[in-house]
């Protein structure tokens, strides 16, 4: 028989074991003014790291997943990108839609002699996000690359999008990883509850 305690996760007094907060009960994740002030900047940078940040604010995907994205990857015509999901036990592949402009930004910038549409490491994609959060004023455990993919969890949550959507968007093996989304807080839980007011 398994013991109790490999079955459980362990619930230790005094921290938070929600997803999108920390062990202090600090949000994990960009809120929508943020986003905006993110994005303002975003725009103002040049264009390899503002095309990251882009596919990244409006992707959800992983740095590393962003990192590998080649032009035979994307979609025009139908809007998707094809990613390669990280974290699991095989290979497996998925699409996610984005705006035509994110993927045009794309095409009319080109790949790099890699094949891929950035030559740099995860470490330099870091910073670049980093650089930008904290020109936008954005610091904590939410001013990250994680930050913006949290945001794109709950973002889509919170406009009602299906949780099997927001699942296969994301990557997640499983519903309960979905499920930290659907468990809105902050404003968006306050947006939620002024509905029955």
């Known amino acids: 028989m398994i013991p109790l305690h490999w079955r459980e996760p362990m619930k230790i007094p005094g921290k938070c074991n929600h997803g999108v907060l920390d062990e202090a009960g600090h949000r994990k994740y960009v809120n929508e003014a943020e986003r905006s002030k993110f994005l303002s900047v975003v725009l103002r940078i040049p264009e390899r790291p503002r095309a990251l940040l882009m596919f990244l604010t409006y992707s959800g995907c992983r740095i590393s997943e962003a990192l590998m994205l080649e032009e035979e990857h994307l979609s025009l015509e139908d809007g998707m990108v094809t990613l390669k999901t990280l974290k699991r036990r095989r290979v497996v592949y998925r699409r996610v839609p984005v705006p035509g402009d994110i993927i045009r930004m794309l ?37 990250t690359c994680k930050g913006l993919r949290h945001a794109f969890g709950i973002r889509a949550a919170s406009r009602n999008v299906p949780p099997n959507l927001i699942q296969r968007w994301m990557g997640h093996a499983s519903q309960t990883t979905t499920a930290i989304y659907l468990d809105a807080v902050g404003p968006e839980e306050r947006r939620f509850a002024e509905r029955m007011w």
Do not use: I, S
């Open 107 to 143: 095409l009319d910038m080109g790949v790099c002699e890699n094949g891929r549409f950035w030559d740099c490491n995860r470490v330099t994609a870091w910073r670049w996000v980093r650089n930008a959060m904290t020109q936008a004023g954005v610091r904590g455990p939410m001013g």
